[in-house]
């Protein structure tokens, strides 16, 4: 639970550890994975690593093994920028490691059990993906329109199905700026013949009414079946609860996080607001992305009828700046819940870049000092999600508490 | 049988509330589980080991463990409300001062009894920042609120709660404002019992208390 509660502080424990040689290498090949096999989710790459570092391991008693593996998954959650996947994933692993422990009393046995078992819990869940696919192919009938934000492997293993099963079907998806991920995941679904039209972010309310259902990935899963995503999830979730569309929620079950969290900004930490860096590609991906699917949208056969293709988006370097406004008074009679937006956000002067409408890089304007706030995830809360597609069954929101118990316990 | 009066006694002090029921019903089955076989003092020292784990684990360390949980969801630069006066929210929020978060309580009272008066007085000496309302003016304070801290006399088995008259009030105040309310009850409260009104079964105070009319008012 400490995992996913404040996230581990690993400071100077992490340097100490980072000195250990077995734990410097399963850090490497963790980095490794999840640089490679895009494929793979972050929460399988950090059970692998673990399970590399008790292999490699000097460590003799069990104590010291989950104490070391502790210690690994702080060091693994600080490398990446989201790291609620690693945590929920590897917090499941250590509860499987203390069963262990306590059934198994020689420690060679045990560690030979560990990686073994530890092996097969990594394909059982690579495989939940296709098992996610196929329990929502009823659901995306023939005719369909489908709404999806951002790039989700998951949705895309289940369109992917959907067409390979000679459906008829387009879709929808959300840009999801800053880093426009929806373009890629636009990218990757015309890549396999299925029709596809971005989105403007703002626009999602507009083709709602066009739209069947919406379907969505997700970072996490909370207590209370509400969903933490990429930001942007909640809107669309809104909207579609107020034009009566269904709302599905495909993830696996190794995503399920004991977390409560009581407002948008009471998120576990390691999925708060991260500045995006200018140096990034993104920015000219999105550009040049755009202005192909814009020009090809056109040509794509979609459903709808009378929607026409969204204009090329007009090129944004990515604002950086995150404000922190006046300093924080826990006192007077000011609201606490403006701080609370302020308070998460970084310091960091920004830069507004704006092309003009009509996409003329030329005439771009430039706006200095403006503050802006970017957050990478929001917290969908339940009362918003129809149904939730996981690899332990289709449940609703209020499902999802019993099954984490039953995944803890 | 022959704790009946003993029970009697208790009931006569107070009136028996969930939590007094679930603690004698647990008493009673630990009485039955005593094998007939067994010695009368071996019998007698099972059972006041059973007694003092009782309290030990469901109410002490229950309050311990409790403050814990809650205290995670105190972020620096909170406003909490609270009730009246419950020893579990007090521990919390002294815990979470002694831990150095910076946030202010506002205690919200109401006649006759005042009990907030009391949870004012300590709060205060230990530092926290108060603000003490009546119950008329919660509405105009909510505003301000981030989080509703509440304690419980029982839980249901339909997940009603049960607590100091005007919880419900201040619950559903916050409700209306977003307010999330945030309940700290230990698991001996917990009732199988279903209420959906507060009428069917409850507690009576003093009227005199609220008004007294034997006297001349001029």
């Known amino acids: 639970y400490t995992l996913c509660g404040h996230g581990v502080m690993m400071g100077p424990a992490a340097t100490a550890c980072a000195s250990n040689e ?3 290498a399963a850090l490497e090949f963790f980095r490794r994975s999840v640089k490679e096999t895009s494929d793979l989710a972050m929460a399988l790459a950090a059970i692998r690593a673990s399970i590399k570092y008790i292999e490699d391991t000097k460590a003799t008693t069990m104590m010291e093994l989950r104490d070391d ?20 994933g590897c917090d499941l692993f250590m509860r499987f490691v203390t069963r262990a422990a306590i059934d198994v009393p020689d420690f060679e046995a045990c560690k030979k059990l560990l990686t073994t078992r530890g092996n097969k819990l990594v394909e059982e869940f690579r495989a939940s993906r296709n098992k996610i696919a196929k329990l929502g192919q009823p659901f995306i009938r023939d005719g369909a329109v489908v709404l ?11 369109l992917r199905r959907a067409a390979a099963d000679k459906k008829r079907f387009s879709v929808f998806v959300a840009e999801s700026r800053q880093d426009g991920a929806g373009v890629e995941m636009a990218e990757q679904l015309r890549a396999d013949g299925i029709a596809v039209t971005v989105v403007a972010d703002s626009a999602i309310a507009y083709v709602m009414e066009a739209v069947d259902l919406v379907l969505v990935g997700a970072e996490g899963v909370v207590e209370n079946g509400g969903i933490i995503n990429k930001v942007g999830t909640f809107q669309m979730a809104i909207v579609a609860h107020t034009l009566k569309k269904p709302f599905y929620v495909l993830v696996e079950s190794f995503k399920f996080i004991r977390y409560y969290p009581l407002n948008q900004y009471d998120l576990p930490s390691g999925s708060r607001t991260r500045r995006s860096s200018p140096a990034a590609t993104p920015s000219s991906s999105v550009h040049s992305s755009t202005t192909n699917l814009a020009a090809t949208a056109t040509a794509t056969a979609t459903t709808t009828g009378g929607e026409h293709a969204p204009r090329a988006m007009p090129q944004l370097s990515l604002p950086v700046g995150l404000s922190a406004g006046a300093p924080l008074e826990a006192g007077g009679l000011r609201s606490g819940r403006c701080d609370a937006v302020l308070r998460e956000s970084v310091n ?6 704006e092309a003009s409408p009509t996409g003329d890089v030329a005439a771009q304007r430039k706006i200095v000092d403006v503050d802006m706030i970017a957050p990478l995830v929001d917290y969908t809360p339940p009362a918003y999600i129809t149904l939730l597609f996981t690899d332990l069954g289709i449940l609703t929101p209020s499902a999802v508490s019993d099954e984490l118990i039953k995944l803890y316990y | ?3 009946k009066p003993y029970i009697n006694f208790i009931a006569n002090c107070r009136p028996l509330s969930v939590s007094m029921g679930n603690t004698i019903k647990f008493l009673k089955l630990k009485i039955a589980e005593v094998p007939p076989e067994m010695a009368e003092e071996e019998a007698k020292q099972q059972l006041l080991g059973h007694v003092e784990a009782f309290a030990r684990e469901r109410v002490l360390l229950a309050d311990e463990a409790i403050s814990k949980l809650t205290l995670s969801k105190i972020r620096d630069g909170d406003v909490l409300m609270t009730l009246g006066s419950s020893h579990i929210v007090k521990r919390t929020i002294i815990d979470a001062h002694e831990q150095g978060r910076s946030f202010r309580v506002i205690i919200v009272d109401s006649r006759p009894r005042h009990e907030g008066k009391e949870l004012l007085r300590k709060l205060v000496k230990r530092g926290v920042r108060c603000s003490y309302v009546l119950l008329n003016a919660c509405s105009y304070v909510m505003k301000e609120v981030s989080k509703v801290l509440l304690g419980a006399h029982a839980v249901f088995a339909n997940g009603y709660v049960m607590s100091r008259v005007g919880s419900a009030m201040v619950a559903m105040l916050a409700k209306n404002a977003n307010v999330p309310v945030l309940v700290c009850c230990e698991t001996y409260k917990f009732s199988d019992r279903v209420q959906t009104d507060s009428f069917v079964f409850n507690e009576l105070g003093d009227p005199d208390d609220l008004v007294c009319l034997d006297h001349d008012i001029r």
Do not use: D, N, W, Y
């Open chain 1, 69 to 88: 593996l502790t210690a690994l998954v702080g060091l693994l959650s600080q490398s990446v920028e989201f790291s609620i996947q690693v945590a929920s």
């Open chain 1, 348 to 353: 960091v002067p920004s830069v507004v870049t």
């Open chain 1, 148 to 158: 999806t934000h951002s790039l989700s492997r998951v949705v895309l293993c289940a």
């Open chain 2, 1 to 3: 049988q022959r704790i």
């Open chain 1, 22 to 24: 077995a734990m410097a």
